[in-house]
């Protein structure tokens, strides 16, 4: 009974290890997916001033997906700063609502791949049923980083003639991206990385199965 007893107990120990180190792959291997996406994603920062410059504390900031319909939603806080992280890239809408100042609409706020973009906000006197709408592409400055990027618009995508119908052929048309000869797929170096580094996206969907392109 003795060697038996010790049997079954050394195999439920050896399962319970197996189950363990499982266990804790998958966790990593999730953790190391959620950190892979927020890489992709852009982020919205900036200030909400009064026309004496002083800052605004409360003020309500909403952040529309114009192709997708998604909305986020904060606060500024006590220096009348807001921060807006984990957004999709492409064309955004930024609303800005306050007790006794006009509501403030920003249209065409294009967001790239991983960009890190500020728009400051100006709130005028008014009633909250007025609205201050502005649809003039803004200038979004990036203060937080010197790397180089971009996003290419459907539209532009669309006007161009494509040599073979090679997406992956538009990239040249960005800052610090250089193609191998022959333009094949998988050839294009970013700020000299190799080719495999380069992380795809189409309409905001990871694109980078090889056997596509």
Known sequence: MSTAFCVCLAGWQRT??????????LLLLAFSLSLFAQANLARLTGAVHDQTGGAMVGVAISVTDADRGLERSTITDATGQYLLPGLLPG?????????????????????????????????????????????????????TSAELGGTLQN???????????NFENLLDLRPGVTTYPGHSA?????????????????????SNDPWMA
């Open 155 to 165: 539209q532009v995508i669309n006007d161009l003639p494509l040599n073979g119908r």
């Open 16 to 25: 319970r290890r197996v189950v363990f180190t499982l266990g804790a792959s």
């Open 91 to 143: 064309r955004k809408i930024v609303h800005a609502e306050y007790q006794g100042f006009k509501a403030f609409e920003q249209a065409n706020v294009v967001l790239g791949v991983a960009q890190d973009a500020r728009l400051d906000i100006l709130m005028e006197p008014g009633q909250v049923s007025e609205t201050v709408r502005v649809t003039e592409a803004p200038p979004l400055l990036d203060t």
């Open 186 to 206: 998988w050839t294009q170096s970013t700020n000299g990385l190799r080719p495999h580094d380069n992380y795809f996206m189409v309409d905001g969907i990871n």
